[in-house]
Structures are given as structure tokens and as C-alpha cells.
């Protein structure tokens, strides 16, 4: 509804106190009969509606206990002596230095 009363206020803007007051009836009417039409087509609804797409599990047996510990992979140091190239196997740009 906020929305709804930032897009309206520009063409209500200058007017005297109640002088359009329709206009924010039939704005209110809008808003109330596009809020029925989409609770009747159960859009607008209390539902979870991805309640019904979640997969279940399919085995009930549990992952191998390893003593609570994540399993991490070695992962190779970098090279500190310098910049690595991006491309490697590729001429560097024209004009850029090269250690």
C-alpha cells in the first residue's frame, strides 16, 4: 500500500483537503478486489507453496562418521616469487613490464 500511495501522490499533489476523495476509494476498491481474485486462485494463500517440491531423502542411512571432522582436501602453495601470469603460455600485452 505504500507503494500504492508514493505513485498516486504526484496526481493528488496541490489539491485542497478531500476534494478527490473518490479517487482513494477507487484506488482501495482496486487493491481489495485484486487481493480476493488472487486469494481465490490460491496465490495469495497461508501455504507453504514449496512445501510440496521438496524432495525427500532417499536413503535413510547417514553419512560415514568421521569423528565429526570435515574431510579437507591439500590444497598447493603459491609460488611468492613473483606475479602469476593469468594465461599461462600467452605473450604478455605490448608494453606491459615483465619482471
Known amino acids: 500500500m505504500a507503494m500504492v500511495s508514493l505513485l498516486i501522490a504526484p496526481l493528488i499533489d496541490g489539491n485542497e483537503?478531500?476534494?478527490?476523495?473518490?479517487?482513494?476509494?477507487?484506488?482501495?476498491?482496486?487493491?481489495?478486489?485484486?487481493?480476493?481474485?488472487?486469494?481465490?486462485?490460491?496465490?495469495?494463500?497461508?501455504?507453504?507453496?514449496?512445501g510440496t517440491n521438496v524432495d525427500e531423502p532417499k536413503s535413510t542411512k547417514s553419512a560415514p562418521d568421521n569423528g565429526g571432522t570435515p574431510q579437507m582436501t591439500p590444497v598447493s602453495p603459491v609460488d611468492p616469487s613473483g606475479p602469476a601470469q593469468a594465461w599461462p603460455g600467452q605473450d604478455p600485452a605490448p608494453g606491459a613490464v615483465v619482471e
Do not use: E
Not at 478527490?20 to 496465490?43: E, P, R, S
Open 17 to 50: 483537503d478531500w476534494k478527490l476523495w473518490y479517487v482513494g476509494l477507487i484506488i482501495l476498491v482496486i487493491c481489495l478486489v485484486a487481493t480476493l481474485v488472487l486469494m481465490y486462485m490460491k496465490i495469495l494463500t497461508w501455504q507453504d507453496p514449496l
